[in-house]
Nanobody, 121 residues
Framework: QVQLVESGGGLVQTGGSLRLSCAAS????????MGWYRQAPGKERELVAR???????YYTDSVKGRFTISRDNSKNTLALQMNSLEPEDTGIFYC???????????????WGQGTQVTVSS
């Protein structure tokens, strides 16, 4: 049974930092492309950052230069370092694993339960 468990969310002031973690089990972690998605209140879930099985990264424009995605295949973990946080970053952040990287903008194969990030102004 595949499990993705996020942690590290919370309440932070504008300009602050948070580090999200995702612990994966039940899958061959190193073979999957991994991503962080965000669902803001009243909006659809969107891909924020992804990292391929080979370590190549992608960021949506709004987080470039502020967020860093990383993975540790030896520990089956995914991380998202978020700096210079803005109120617009508020939302539920989900960790996800995908077989195909080309469709990650729209879908993934496995999802975590999500962790809430709230940035106060």
């Amino acid at each position: 049974q595949v499990q993705l468990v996020e942690s590290g969310g919370g309440l932070v002031q504008t300009g602050g930092s948070l580090r999200l973690s995702c612990a994966a089990s039940g899958l061959t972690f190193g073979s999957y492309h991994m991503g962080w998605y965000r669902q803001a209140p009243g909006k659809e879930r969107e891909l924020v950052a992804r990292i391929s099985s080979g370590g190549n990264t992608y960021y949506t424009d709004s987080v470039k230069g502020r967020f860093t995605i990383s993975r540790d295949n030896s520990k089956n973990t995914l991380a998202l370092q978020m700096n210079s946080l803005e109120p617009e970053d508020t939302g539920i952040f989900y960790c996800a694993a995908a077989v195909f990287i080309t469709t990650m903008n729209r879908r993934a194969d496995y999802w975590g339960q999500g962790t809430q990030v709230t940035v106060s102004s």
